[in-house]
């Protein structure tokens, strides 16, 4: 089966780093991705990582994965009060040939000044 | 095209009637995909569509929920006897038919059974 996990919150300061964590039980996910979504809206990809690599950066986003383990994070450097979301670590697994996004609960980021 | 459009995005219901929604996912995107949101959850898998071929059903679409894409194209998603625990987000999510790109969402039809 598949299942997601995700602690629901943290609260950062800003201007810190904030590190966001997953673990997955899908060994043949082959994409792991982070979503955020911001109060009544949908929700938007901010990155993805393929399962063959270990770390990828874009930007202030740093996703680190330990496949081993199954453990997947997000790194968001100078967290900013815009960036106040809840984030979801989503992992695939394969359908008839296709892939279908699993989604965690989602972690509230909460930015104080 | 702007994106995967939603309609409504609000719907307030009384128990038991029955509702429809609707999704248009991007353009030549052949990959639909309808989740439910609840409070405090992560969106839960609810059915999927390649081209109009309904591929993959969760456990928890109940035989009060139906969903089609007859051209290949929009997709909708009936709701009969509506219940209280139906009340939630309900999103859709398109994405193309290329090897496991990620899924792009729509704002969502919020239901309110009342």
């Known amino acids: 089966g598949e299942d997601v996990e995700q602690s629901l919150f943290l609260s950062v300061r800003e201007g810190d780093s904030s590190v966001i964590n997953c673990t997955y039980t899908?060994?043949?996910?082959?994409?792991l991705y982070w979503y955020k979504q911001e109060p009544g809206a949908g929700l938007q990809l901010l990155t993805y990582?393929?399962?063959?690599?270990d770390m990828k950066q874009d930007q202030r986003l740093t996703v680190l994965l330990n496949k081993k383990d199954k453990h997947l994070s997000l790194r968001i450097a100078d967290t900013q009060t815009g960036d106040s979301a809840i984030y979801f670590c989503?992992?695939?697994?394969?359908?008839?040939?296709?892939?279908?996004?699993?989604f965690g609960r989602g972690t509230s980021l909460i930015v104080h000044p | 095209d702007t994106g995967v459009s939603q309609n409504p995005r609000h719907k307030i219901t009384k128990r038991g009637q029955n509702v429809t929604f609707r999704c248009d996912p991007i353009?030549?995107?052949?990959?639909l995909y309808w989740y439910r949101q609840t409070l405090g959850q992560g969106p839960e898998f609810l059915t999927y569509?390649?081209?109009?071929?309904?591929?993959?059903k969760s456990r928890l679409l109940s035989d009060r929920f139906s969903a089609e894409r007859p051209k290949g194209s929009f997709s909708t998603l009936e709701i009969q006897r509506t219940e209280q625990g139906d009340s939630a987000m309900y999103l859709c999510?398109?994405?193309?038919?290329?090897?496991?790109?990620?899924?792009?969402f729509g704002q969502g039809t919020r239901l309110t059974v009342v």
């Open positions: 999510a398109s994405s193309p038919q290329i090897m496991n790109t990620e899924a792009f």
């Open positions: 353009s030549e995107h052949n990959r």
């Open positions: 569509f390649q081209n109009e071929a309904q591929l993959e």
């Open positions: 899908d060994s043949s996910s082959t994409y």
């Open positions: 990582i393929f399962s063959n690599m």
């Open positions: 989503a992992e695939t697994y394969a359908s008839g040939g296709s892939y279908i996004p699993t």
